[in-house]
């Protein structure tokens, strides 16, 4: 949808609302004058006139910064154009306005960046456009909506809220393994060692337990859709993120290992035979709550990889201590 009101139509209504000026009035007919006199303006008179004149001429003029003249903002035949109307205040700028400007100037488009300075301008740039929120875009003097929409616009579908997703682990685990070659590589100059390979299950123990202690009522109760313990003793929902963070934080230390690797090898036992149960036996489709309660990751095989991580390391520090 094309703005309505262009840079072409304020000027020209500029100039009636200037040919009505006191040296063009017409003959007038009112009380204490005769059809056909021309009526004397005094000083006062035009004073008035002009300071009427004086605020019409800026409300029309202010409509420039909403409905810009198309051939003022003309582009060359190989260059796209774009124009974005966003909220940019003294104490807020819109991110999804900062967004959208991204995103256009990234496919190439020149953006004819439109300012709504305050909340005045914002609602009536809404009720304007019959829209609901800011930012809008126009290409091709065609609305396209908001941020959502312009990545729809250009094929970037938003990913949907009940859309599963692998992204948060595949984080943790790609950031544990840099962290753990890392360390190693500053502690023995070498990134292949043991000790690294040790670091990286602790280290991702610690952010696995880490997502779950930033909300460990939402992660017991996705917890007890699947968990065999969990669902018979209620507590150890809330028990678990700390555990797994207390165990990570032994290993990494490599102290107490005779407390870290029972209780690693306690809850990824558990675990393990929960997801294949729920998952291998059951055939349920839920979602996992290794990486907290509002996780997307489907439960599967994810999730029996962190527990058999924690079994294997389990087992590898009680050996430690045994040899």
């Keep these: 949808m ?3 009101h262009h840079c072409s139509q304020t ?3 500029d100039r009636a609302l200037i040919d009505k000026s006191p040296t063009r009035i017409a003959d007038t007919s009112s009380k204490g004058h005769t059809a056909g006199t021309r009526h004397r303006w005094t000083s006062d008179d035009c004073a008035l006139y002009l300071q009427v004149v004086a605020q019409e001429l800026k409300k029309r003029h202010e409509l420039l910064r909403f409905f810009p003249n198309q051939e003022e903002h003309k582009m060359p035949d190989n260059k796209q154009s774009a124009i974005l109307y966003r909220m940019v205040m003294d104490d807020h700028i819109c991110p999804y306005g900062l ?6 100037e990234r496919k190439g488009f020149d953006v004819v960046d439109r300012h709504l300075r305050n909340r005045a301008e914002t609602n009536g740039f809404k009720q304007e456009h019959q829209v609901e929120t800011t930012p809008q875009t ?3 003097g065609e609305r396209i909506g908001g941020y959502d929409e312009l990545r729809v616009y250009f094929g970037e579908a938003p990913q949907s809220e009940d859309e599963t997703s692998y992204q948060p682990v595949i984080a943790i685990f790609a950031m544990s393994l840099l962290m753990s070659l890392a360390v190693g590589f500053a502690a ?3 990134v292949l060692t043991l000790r690294s390979a040790e670091w990286f299950v602790a280290t991702a123990m610690c952010l696995l337990a880490l997502q779950k202690l930033q909300d460990v009522e939402s992660f017991s109760t996705m917890f007890l859709n699947y968990d065999l313990l969990a669902k018979r003793w209620v507590r150890y929902g809330y028990l678990y993120p700390f555990g797994e963070a207390l ?3 032994l290993m990494l ?4 290992l005779w407390l870290a690797a029972p209780v690693a090898l306690f809850i990824g036992t558990v675990g393990a035979i929960s997801v294949v149960k729920a998952v291998y036996v059951d055939k349920r489709e839920i979602k996992c709550a290794c990486v907290g309660g509002d996780s997307k990751v489907p439960l599967g095989f994810v999730s029996l990889t962190e527990n058999l991580m924690m079994i294997a390391m389990g087992l590898w520090m009680l050996a430690r201590t045994l040899l």
Excluded: H, T
């Design 253 to 256: 230390a490599g102290v107490l």
């Design 188 to 190: 023995f100059d070498s």
């Design 138 to 140: 126009w290409i091709d």
């Design 99 to 104: 967004k959208s400007k991204d995103l256009l």
């Design 2 to 4: 094309q703005p309505r």
């Design 11 to 13: 000027v020209e209504g």
């Design 247 to 249: 165990a990570g934080i």
